[in-house]
């Protein structure tokens, strides 16, 4: 087994010429460089490179945390996050199986791994909670804190004539 903890690439040559079963990784501060509406921080990717038969495979768990406005109220949300990541490692890419990770030449880019898998599983949208009311639409006050008082059932002006044939 070999432990890679300080190159930014992971050099897999004694794995694929059979010199050693395993190779294991971890990577800290990993940069996310896409400017997303979620913001991500404190990436970390740590995990192993092994021999499957005649197979490698790389297994591992991308960590970090999100953090945006809430999708309801704005209020500020951050969330931690954990993806299993475990995928086949070949030398050309290989458009029918979207489980492979290209090396290039002999080594793999743990960073670029990362990023990748994490924009994959970005959500579409962070809620402070389950229940969030979110903001008043006529006044933007936050609902979660209290009633703000407005009138909340409003008859569409294009259908305010259908309302007095519905009177009793």
């Known amino acids: 087994m070999i432990n890679q903890t300080e190159n930014k690439f992971l050099d897999i040559s004694k794995l694929l010429a059979g010199e ?3 190779i294991v990784f971890d990577r800290s501060d990993i940069p996310f460089p896409f400017e997303e509406e979620i913001s991500v921080s404190s990436l970390h990717f740590s995990g192993r490179v092994f021999r499957f038969s005649e197979f490698v495979r790389l297994s591992g768990t991308v960590t970090g945390e999100y953090s945006a406005p809430c999708a309801r109220c704005l209020a ?3 969330e931690p996050f ?4 475990d995928c086949a490692v070949g030398n050309a890419p290989d458009e029918s ?3 492979t990770v290209t090396a290039d030449g ?3 880019d743990p960073e670029s791994i ?3 898998t994490v924009l994959i599983h970005l959500p579409l949208r962070l809620l402070c909670r389950e229940d969030c009311k979110g903001l008043c639409p006529k006044c933007g006050m936050d609902l979660n804190s209290g009633s703000c008082g407005c009138a909340q059932k409003e ?3 294009r259908l305010a004539g259908l309302a007095d044939f ?3």
């Open 155 to 157: 008859i569409d002006p």
């Open 20 to 22: 050693t079963d395993e």
């Open 76 to 78: 500020p949300v951050k």
């Open 106 to 108: 002999q080594v793999i």
């Open 82 to 85: 954990s993806i299993a990541v």
């Open 97 to 99: 199986d979207e489980e």
């Open 114 to 116: 990362s990023q990748e």
């Open 166 to 168: 519905f009177k009793d």
